[in-house]
């Protein structure tokens, strides 16, 4: 259906190239294992030959794709219709030829993405949808980089992936609805999986807290919860700042955790956005947490030059004391409720890209680190996130009675 006819080259091609290219090597997946949606990718293979690294999707049915390459890092992005993942292995670790990992998500609805992460500048320089069994098949030629051609794509039949935002923006405040717009944002999600360790991943770590943090603020009466993301699914950083102002967000909460090298190093710290970093750790988790945007697969260049636009916005004082007091009301809460701080600085700052709406106070927690045995247990447990819910329910009722009071004067 989907136009094997367009590369009938590549069909005579493969049959004999294929016993002699490539050892097949199967990975996988920081993905869900969604084995029972049809199509799915069931098996990822690399391969090198003659200098080309190739890539193969194995499919239970044929799809139709397109590619792209990045730069700043080299990427090559595959859109293809939404479909599962039901590939075994540990992708993260695997290397081979130019290929230096992979990812696989949602990146918006009707729109499943690979990324693959690459170790220079190639060019594809062979890429087809092969049939019985059903497959895609990339060839990556490295190439130096005054040869590099920015931007290179291609497609099947020039097949492009669904556009428009995968989340409708949240509506507006419904006239004489009192209650206060609180923004949570579930970190990562998608092709983006956050911190990983072994079968744990960030993004559903945040999203288990994220929902018990909502259903508690909704039954208070006093809150309307708005979420950047209700499922697995890759949300630009930019995109939930914005979805904070577009909701007429009283606050934005975003919920994540950490890894570290030392397995040692464990307990929860809030941070508020700033341009200079408060400490070399702060900075690191900053460049770490905007790197979202790169592991979805996205063209960061437009987006820095906005940047520089919002920062300056960012001197509305107001905004920042705000978020200030905030994040000291929370890790009081976070105290009260005896929720493990890291020991010291536990308000700290950089300059991370989701805290950027100039008019929400915003907060990012990282509630723990997946690297350290207790922390891991406590990040998943029921417990842990309950008190997180009573924390956050707390804070958020001591900030709003600052602010009114503060009005009130
Ligand atoms: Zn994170």
Same mark, same amino acid.
């Given at each position: 259906?989907?136009?094997?006819?367009?590369?009938?080259?590549?069909?005579?091609?493969?049959?004999? $190239?294929?016993?002699?290219?490539?050892?097949?090597?199967?990975?996988?997946?920081?993905?869900?294992?969604?084995?029972?949606?049809?199509?799915?990718?069931?098996?990822?293979?690399? &391969?090198?030959?003659?200098?080309?690294?190739?890539?193969?999707?194995?499919?239970?049915?044929?799809?139709? !794709?397109?590619?792209?390459?990045?730069?700043?890092? !080299?990427?090559?992005? #595959?859109?293809?219709?939404?479909?599962?993942?039901?590939?075994?292995?540990?992708?993260?670790?695997?290397?081979?030829?130019?290929?230096? &990992?992979?990812?696989?998500?949602?990146?918006?609805?009707?729109?499943?993405?690979?990324?693959?992460?690459?170790?220079?500048?190639?060019?594809?320089?062979?890429?087809?949808? /092969?049939?019985?069994?059903?497959?895609?098949?990339?060839?990556?030629?490295?190439?130096?980089?005054?040869?590099?051609?920015?931007?290179?794509?291609?497609?099947?039949?020039?097949?492009?992936?669904?556009?428009?935002?995968?989340?409708?923006?949240?509506?507006?405040?419904?006239?004489?609805?009192?209650?206060?717009?609180?923004?949570?944002?579930?970190?990562?999600?998608?092709?983006?999986? =956050?911190? $990983?360790? =072994?079968?744990?991943? +960030?993004?559903?770590?945040?999203?288990? @807290?994220?929902?018990?943090?909502?259903?508690?603020?909704?039954?208070?009466?006093? !809150?309307?919860?708005?979420?950047?993301?209700?499922?697995?699914?890759?949300?630009?950083?930019?995109?939930?700042?914005?979805?904070?102002?577009?909701?007429? =967000?009283?606050?934005?909460?975003? /919920?994540?955790?950490?890894?570290?090298?030392?397995?040692?190093?464990?307990?929860?710290?809030?941070?508020?956005?700033?341009?200079?970093?408060?400490?070399?750790?702060?900075?690191?988790?900053?460049?770490?947490?905007?790197?979202?945007?790169?592991?979805?697969?996205?063209? /960061?260049?437009?987006?820095?030059?906005?940047?520089?636009? #919002?920062?300056?916005?960012?001197?509305?004082?107001?905004?920042?004391? +705000?978020?200030?007091?905030?994040?000291?009301?929370?890790?009081?809460?976070? %105290?009260?409720?005896?929720?493990?701080?890291?020991?010291?600085?536990?308000?700290?700052?950089?300059?991370?890209?989701?805290?950027?709406?100039?008019?929400?106070?915003?907060?990012?927690?990282?509630? =723990? !680190?997946?690297?350290?045995?207790?922390?891991?247990?406590?990040?998943?447990?029921?417990?842990?996130?309950?008190? @997180?819910?009573?924390?956050?329910?707390?804070? /958020?009722? %001591?900030?709003?009675?600052?602010?009114?009071?503060?009005?009130?004067?």
């Amino acid at each position: 259906m989907f136009g094997i006819m367009a590369y009938p080259k590549y069909l005579i091609l493969i049959r004999f $190239v294929a016993a002699a290219f490539f050892v097949a090597v199967t990975f996988s997946s920081f993905a869900d294992i969604a084995a029972a949606k049809d199509p799915a990718v069931t098996g990822v293979r690399l &391969g090198v030959n003659d200098g080309k690294t190739r890539v193969v999707l194995d499919l239970t049915k044929a799809v139709p !794709y397109s590619a792209f390459l990045l730069e700043n890092p !080299y990427r090559l992005v #595959i859109d293809l219709p939404e479909l599962g993942w039901s590939v075994d292995g540990d992708a993260a670790d695997e290397k081979r030829g130019v290929v230096e &990992g992979m990812r696989y998500g949602l990146f918006r609805a009707g729109n499943s993405r690979v990324v693959v992460d690459l170790k220079g500048p190639v060019r594809i320089v062979r890429h087809a949808a /092969l049939a019985k069994p059903d497959r895609l098949m990339f060839d990556l030629l490295p190439v130096p980089k005054s040869k590099y051609k920015k931007g290179q794509a291609v497609a099947l039949n020039n097949w492009s992936p669904p556009t428009g935002k995968a989340i409708p923006m949240p509506r507006v405040k419904p006239e004489g609805d009192a209650r206060r717009v609180v923004v949570i944002d579930p970190g990562h999600g998608g092709v983006d999986p =956050g911190a $990983v360790r =072994g079968k744990t991943y +960030e993004k559903r770590v945040v999203m288990a @807290v994220a929902q018990e943090v909502r259903r508690q603020l909704e039954a208070s009466k006093r !809150y309307r919860v708005i979420m950047t993301r209700n499922r697995d699914i890759f949300v630009e950083l930019r995109d939930r700042a914005k979805m904070a102002q577009d909701s007429e =967000g009283d606050i934005f909460i975003s /919920l994540h955790a950490d890894t570290h090298p030392k397995s040692k190093v464990r307990g929860a710290s809030v941070y508020t956005l700033s341009e200079k970093a408060s400490d070399r750790e702060a900075a690191r988790l900053a460049k770490k947490e905007n790197k979202g945007d790169i592991i979805g697969g996205l063209d /960061l260049t437009p987006y820095s030059k906005e940047t520089g636009d #919002i920062l300056r916005e960012l001197t509305v004082r107001r905004t920042m004391e +705000e978020s200030s007091v905030f994040a000291n009301m929370l890790i009081a809460q976070f %105290g009260k409720k005896k929720i493990r701080m890291q020991p010291y600085k536990t308000h700290r700052f950089a300059g991370f890209a989701v805290l950027k709406a100039p008019d929400v106070p915003s907060v990012l927690v990282e509630m =723990g !680190y997946l690297s350290n045995k207790t922390d891991k247990k406590i990040l998943l447990s029921k417990n842990f996130r309950k008190k @997180v819910g009573r924390a956050v329910l707390a804070a /958020l009722d %001591g900030f709003f009675k600052h602010i009114d009071d503060l009005a009130a004067r």
